[in-house]
């Protein structure tokens, strides 16, 4: 089993920052996938980013690249977000995700087994 604590959450203006932290607890693993996603009303959970492997490879979503950055601090289980140059279409309830095994695809929601409970971010015109 795996706990996933989400932080960081909140509003912010068009332009403006936020870093998002998700602690992970429980079983680890060298093979592994950490995610982000988002989800807003009335459309699908989308891909955000993803670390995985024993190497750390980290994917973006085409949207995300050069506003977003993934990192994880190995020590404390704790993967972030850092999300610079936000816009009004980034509002969504962003969540966390792990999978214990290295999955072919880190875009799919249904490669991760364990996801966080979601933070609420608002991005304001």
Same mark, same amino acid.
């Given at each position: 089993?795996?706990?996933?604590?989400?932080?960081? *959450?909140?509003?912010v &203006? $068009?332009? !403006?920052?936020? #870093?998002?932290?998700? =602690? %992970?607890?429980?079983?680890?693993?060298?093979?592994?996938?950490? *995610?982000?996603?988002? &989800? $807003?009303? !009335?459309?699908? #959970?989308?891909?955000? =980013? %993803?670390?995985?492997?024993?190497?750390?490879?980290?994917?973006?979503?085409?949207?995300?690249?050069?506003?977003?950055?993934?990192s994880?601090?190995? =020590?404390?289980?704790?993967?972030?977000?850092?999300?610079?140059?936000?816009?009004?279409?980034?509002?969504?309830?962003?969540?966390?995700?792990?999978?214990?095994?290295?999955?072919?695809?880190?875009?799919?929601?249904?490669?991760?087994?364990?996801?966080?409970?979601?933070?609420?971010?608002?991005?304001?015109?």
């Amino acid at each position: 089993q795996v706990q996933l604590v989400e932080s960081g *959450g909140g509003l912010v &203006q $068009a332009g !403006g920052s936020l #870093r998002l932290s998700c =602690a %992970a607890s429980g079983r680890t693993s060298n093979n592994y996938a950490l *995610g982000w996603f988002r &989800q $807003a009303p !009335g459309k699908e #959970r989308e891909f955000v =980013a %993803a670390i995985s492997g024993p190497g750390g490879s980290i994917s973006y979503a085409d949207s995300m690249k050069g506003r977003f950055t993934i990192s994880r601090e190995n =020590a404390k289980n704790t993967v972030s977000l850092q999300m610079n140059s936000l816009k009004p279409e980034d509002t969504a309830v962003y969540y966390c995700a792990a999978s214990l095994r290295l999955p072919r695809s880190v875009s799919l929601p249904g490669k991760y087994d364990y996801w966080g409970q979601g933070t609420q971010v608002t991005v304001s015109s």
